[in-house]
């Protein structure tokens, strides 16, 4: 279960200007070596989230979706509200940011298990599992900067999937591998919906969302817009863009 | 308090992210190169060589068994100075799984500090050879060894904790940090004897830590005329403040360091 009461985050936007090396010199002694401003990433967000459910979140660039699903997974404090999560949560998010381009398939699979918390033994009993689910038996022994982008997110997708989580944090991620490995992918959250597993999605491809989730939020600038049906939000978000559907 | 007992769990919960960030650091450093993991323990071998044929001819009579004095310097310099100058960078570099995942974070820090001490175990190799063939009776105070790279990991982290954070928000300091660590080198006595120094610079002497603890480690390997109890005194206390420092640094700011790296 999570429950989100009254969050809001704040970034620094860094501004850095092009000027003249004297000016950038003059404002240097002056103290003066960036000019920051605040930028609210979320504003006021409160949202219930039952075990089992899966939240569709959409919005423009830049709406606060990625925020919302770092302050769920424990990466973000919010400044103000409360954040309460139960369970162990395995976050999909960008899946190339623990590996390592050096080191073999087999060793990048150690080491991002071990990032999301597993013991050597744990991982042990997993590995097979995931090397199997990526189709990268050939490879598991080469370094990870021989493999396309492709298998390298297929082979994230397999590793962070075998985790067995409560919640299952999904931020843009399904846009890679091939056609029968999207599908694969697909399936499988598919299966993980069906277990009961709590799930956050993002995306902005609205055939996956409909697929998926069974309510959808609307964030605009940080703020929510709507929430509700998958069908509703949608439209109401298709129309609010003029997409054409 | 609490919050820092539930970090210091965490930490432990995840050993095996350490473990692996240890040996992908060592695993890629000498990787690449031909005689690679030989490297490890050429480099202190090497750097011995260098002190010696610099300054044997100044300070070799002033310091019984020279060669051993010199290469149980530099190794326990090393440990700590190479730690803690990569660790500065370690919250930066990181960058990419400190936004996207919930990790620890204090663990990129110590895990830089940890592959330096499996850098030390190794250089232990070429240093009982020398301590062998240079015909240096053992100490028998080498039980005590454990004790010493316990008391140096502790102040090193301590230390780790401190610059990592301080980088996040001050990106000078790696380069402050830098001459720092020149300047005490020439401070730690690791090439010279303490006693060539005039006697007000002596009992200042007490004041750097690294003193004790290389001090700590020439006792344990080969010297046991030292004044062990002295050492192990000022070297618990100033472990003891060196953790408490980074770790109250790093933990008022962790929360923030998301925002700056």
Redesign the interface.
Known sequence: MIHLQDISVRYRLIRERRSTFQSHLINYFKGKRMETETLWALKNISIDVPEGESLGIIGHNGAGKSTLLKVVSGVIKPVEGSVQVKGQIAPLIELSAGFDPELTGRENIYLNASILGFSRKEIDNKFDRIVEFSELQEFVDSPLKNYSSGMISRLGFSIATEVDPDILIIDEVLSVGDVSFKRKSMERILEFRKKGITIFFVSHNMDEIMTICSKVLWLDHGSKKMTGEPEAVISAYESYHMLPR | MVRSLQEFSEIL?????L???V??DI??RY?RSTLGFLWVMLDPLLMMLVFYIIFSGLFGKTVGNYTAYVITGIIMWQLFAQGTKVSSMAFIHNR????????PTAIFPIAIVGSSVAHFIFSLVPLFIIILFSGTIPSYYIPLLPVTIALIVIFSVGISLTISTLTVFFHDVVYIYDVILIGWMYLSAIFYPVTILPQKLQILMSLNPLYHYISLFRACIYDTTLPIIEHLIFGTAFSIISFAIGWTIYHQNR?KI???I
Do not use: V
């Open positions: 919960r995840y050993k095996e992210l473990r692996n960030l040996a992908r695993k890629k990787k990419n799984l400190i936004s996207k995942i919930h990790l929360d998301i925002f700056y």
